[in-house]
C-alpha cells in the first residue's frame, strides 16, 4: 500500500484552468439543483385550489416529458456542445421557477414543471460531460471523482441548510420559495457564463453546425445521425451496456426508497410527521458526506465490484428494515443514504469512462438517464400497488431480492466470458481515489490537435508497456476505456 500512496501524493496539481471549471462546476451544481420549494410544493398547489388527482396528475406529465427530452437535449448538447446547454438549462430553469408566481394555477404549475423537465434534461448529461472533457483536455482527469462527488456533496449540504428555512420565509412572503428557487437557477446561470471554452468542443460544435448547413439545413437529420451513433455505440460495446444496467439498482432503489418509501416506512414503524424533517436531514449530510469521500473506499476492489457491493448494501439494509423499532429504522435510512452517496459518483465515472473516446458523451448520459428513470417509473406504479394492498414489508424484501438477482445476472456476464475485453478491464480498473489516473489507456487529447494520443498517462502504463502488453487509447465506438 506504501508505493502507490505514495505515487498518489506526488500526483499532478490542477492546472489553472482545472481548478477554475471544477470550482464553477460546484457553484453551477450547488445553484441549479436548490429547488427551495420541494419541501412544501404539495402543500403550496392545495392552498392555491389544486386537487390530489391534479398534482399527481402533473407530476406523471413531469416524469414522462422528462423522458421524452433526454435523447433530444443530450444530442443538442453533443452538436452546439456542452457549455452552450448548460447556459441553456439554466436559462430555462430560471424562467421555470418564476412561472407559479406569475400563475399559481393548474396551468401555472403545469408549465412550471414541464419547464423544469427541459432545465434539468439540458444539463443532466451535459454538466457531467463538461466537466470529464474539461479535465481531461487538461490532463487532470485524475481530479474527476472528487470533483464530481463534491459537487454533490455541497449542493446536498445547502438543501439541509436551506430547506428549515422556508417555512419562515414564506410567513413573510409566500411567493418565496420559487423566487429564491429563480434566483439560485440565474446564479447558475453565471457559473455557465463563466466555465471556460474546452480546447476542440468549440470547434466541433461549429463543425457540427456548418454540416447542419451543408444539409440545407435539416439538422433534425444530423440529430437523428447522432442519435444513431449513440445506439450503435451501446450495441458495439457489451461494457458500456452492462455498466449502465447495473447502475439501474443504484438509482431505483435510492429514488424509490428516498421519494416514495421514505414517509411510509416512517410512518410503518410509528415515527411521526413531525419527525420526518428531522430524519431527512440526518440522510442527508450522511448522503453529502459520503459523496464528497468516495476515495474512503478500499483499494482492494475496483469500482465496478463497488458498485455492485454497495447495490446489496441497499437492498440488504431495506430488508433490514422489517426488522426492529423506530431507531433501528433512522440508523439503517442513514446507513441507506451513506451508501448511495459513495455509490453515485463511483457509478458516474464508471459509465464516462466506459464511453469510447469520439461518442457522443452527452447523448450516452442522456441514454443512461432515460434507463434509469424507465425502470424507477415502472418500481414506482408498483410500489404503489403494494402500498394500496398493506404490504410495505413484502415490497422491501422483493426489492432486495429483485436487486440481488439483477447483480447476480451482472456478475455472471462480466464472469462468464461475453464481455471478455470488458471483464477484464473492469478486474484491473482503478478503484476510486483522487490522485491516479484513472485507467490503465493513455491519455486522449481533446485538444486541437485532432484527438492524437498523447502516450502513457502514469507509471502504471509504462510498466505494462515494458511488458509488452498493448494498452492504445480506444478511438472507435469498440471496446471501452478503462476506470
Given at each position: 500500500?506504501?508505493?502507490?500512496?505514495?505515487?498518489?501524493?506526488?500526483?499532478?496539481?490542477?492546472?489553472?484552468?482545472?481548478?477554475?471549471i471544477i470550482r464553477l462546476n460546484y457553484g453551477f451544481q450547488l445553484l441549479f439543483n436548490l429547488l427551495w420549494w420541494?419541501?412544501?410544493?404539495?402543500?403550496?398547489?392545495?392552498?392555491?385550489?389544486?386537487?390530489?388527482?391534479?398534482?399527481?396528475?402533473?407530476?406523471?406529465?413531469?416524469?414522462?416529458?422528462?423522458?421524452?427530452?433526454?435523447?433530444?437535449?443530450?444530442?443538442?448538447?453533443?452538436?452546439?456542445?456542452?457549455?452552450?446547454?448548460?447556459?441553456?438549462?439554466?436559462?430555462?430553469?430560471?424562467?421555470?421557477?418564476?412561472?407559479?408566481?406569475?400563475?399559481?394555477?393548474y396551468t401555472g404549475f403545469l408549465l412550471h414543471f414541464l419547464a423544469i423537465a427541459a432545465g434539468?434534461?439540458?444539463t443532466s448529461g451535459a454538466a457531467s460531460a463538461y466537466l470529464y472533457d474539461g479535465l481531461r483536455a487538461e490532463r487532470c482527469d485524475e481530479h474527476y471523482l472528487r470533483a464530481e462527488g463534491t459537487a454533490r456533496a455541497l449542493g446536498l449540504a445547502a438543501k439541509v441548510v436551506c430547506w428549515p428555512l422556508v417555512g419562515p420565509l414564506m410567513a413573510l412572503a409566500h411567493p418565496a420559495p420559487y423566487v429564491l428557487s429563480a434566483a439560485s437557477a440565474a446564479g447558475s446561470l453565471v457559473c455557465a457564463v463563466?466555465?471556460?471554452?474546452?480546447?476542440?468542443?468549440?470547434?466541433?460544435?461549429?463543425?457540427?453546425?456548418?454540416?447542419?448547413?451543408?444539409?440545407?439545413?435539416r439538422?433534425?437529420?444530423?440529430?437523428?445521425r447522432d442519435a444513431g451513433t449513440a445506439l450503435r455505440c451501446v450495441a458495439s460495446s457489451p461494457w458500456l451496456a452492462l455498466v449502465m444496467v447495473q447502475g439501474v439498482a443504484v438509482f431505483t432503489l435510492s429514488r424509490i426508497c428516498q421519494v416514495n418509501l421514505f414517509q411510509p416506512i416512517l410512518l410503518d414503524h410509528g415515527i411521526g410527521e413531525a419527525s420526518h424533517g428531522g430524519v431527512l436531514a440526518a440522510m442527508t449530510v450522511a448522503e453529502a458526506v459520503t459523496s464528497a469521500r468516495p476515495q474512503w473506499l478500499s483499494r482492494r476492489l475496483?469500482?465496478?465490484?463497488?458498485?455492485?457491493?454497495?447495490?446489496?448494501?441497499?437492498?440488504?439494509?431495506?430488508?433490514?428494515?422489517?426488522?426492529?423499532?423506530?431507531?433501528?429504522?433512522?440508523?439503517?435510512?442513514?446507513?441507506f443514504a451513506a451508501a448511495t452517496g459513495f455509490a453515485f459518483p463511483v457509478q458516474r465515472k464508471l459509465v464516462n469512462?466506459?464511453?469510447?473516446?469520439?461518442?457522443?458523451?452527452?447523448?450516452?448520459?442522456?441514454?443512461?438517464?432515460?434507463?434509469?428513470?424507465?425502470?424507477?417509473?415502472?418500481?414506482?406504479?408498483?410500489?404503489?400497488?403494494?402500498?394500496?394492498?398493506?404490504?410495505?414489508?413484502?415490497?422491501?424484501?422483493?426489492?432486495?431480492?429483485?436487486?440481488?438477482?439483477?447483480?447476480?445476472?451482472?456478475?455472471?456476464?462480466?464472469?462468464?466470458?461475453?464481455?471478455?475485453?470488458?471483464?477484464?478491464?473492469?478486474?484491473?480498473?482503478?478503484?476510486?481515489?483522487?490522485?491516479?489516473?484513472?485507467?490503465?489507456?493513455?491519455?486522449?487529447?481533446?485538444?486541437?490537435?485532432?484527438?492524437?494520443?498523447?502516450?502513457?498517462?502514469?507509471t502504471r502504463e509504462a510498466k505494462a508497456a515494458g511488458r509488452g502488453e498493448a494498452h492504445a487509447p480506444d478511438r472507435g465506438p469498440h471496446g471501452p476505456r478503462r476506470s
Open positions: 500500500m506504501g508505493g502507490p500512496r505514495s505515487r498518489i501524493g506526488a500526483a499532478t496539481a490542477p492546472t489553472g484552468t482545472a481548478r477554475r420541494m419541501p412544501v410544493f404539495y402543500a403550496y398547489q392545495k392552498e392555491a385550489g389544486l386537487s390530489d388527482g391534479q398534482i399527481f396528475g402533473i407530476q406523471s406529465i413531469y416524469y414522462v416529458a422528462f423522458c421524452l427530452l433526454e435523447i433530444p437535449t443530450g444530442l443538442i448538447a453533443d452538436r452546439i456542445g456542452t457549455r452552450n446547454c448548460l447556459r441553456a438549462g439554466a436559462v430555462v430553469m430560471t424562467a421555470a421557477n418564476l412561472a407559479p408566481v406569475f400563475s399559481a394555477s434539468r434534461s439540458l463563466l466555465l471556460p471554452r474546452l480546447a476542440g468542443t468549440g470547434a466541433g460544435a461549429k463543425a457540427g453546425a456548418a454540416a447542419g448547413r451543408t444539409d440545407g439545413g439538422r433534425g437529420g444530423a440529430f437523428l475496483p469500482p465496478v465490484a463497488w458498485v455492485s457491493v454497495l447495490s446489496l448494501a441497499l437492498a440488504g439494509a431495506l430488508a433490514a428494515m422489517t426488522f426492529g423499532g423506530p431507531w433501528v429504522v433512522v440508523v439503517l435510512l442513514c446507513l469512462d466506459a464511453i469510447p473516446a469520439h461518442a457522443p458523451r452527452a447523448t450516452l448520459l442522456s441514454v443512461e438517464s432515460i434507463v434509469d428513470r424507465a425502470v424507477c417509473a415502472l418500481a414506482a406504479i408498483a410500489a404503489g400497488a403494494y402500498l394500496s394492498a398493506g404490504r410495505l414489508d413484502d415490497l422491501l424484501w422483493h426489492s432486495a431480492l429483485a436487486t440481488a438477482v439483477l447483480l447476480g445476472v451482472f456478475q455472471l456476464l462480466l464472469r462468464g466470458g461475453v464481455v471478455a475485453r470488458g471483464g477484464r478491464d473492469g478486474d484491473r480498473a482503478a478503484p476510486p481515489r483522487t490522485g491516479d489516473r484513472p485507467g490503465a489507456d493513455a491519455t486522449v487529447s481533446t485538444a486541437a490537435d485532432g484527438g492524437a494520443p498523447t502516450g502513457p498517462a502514469d
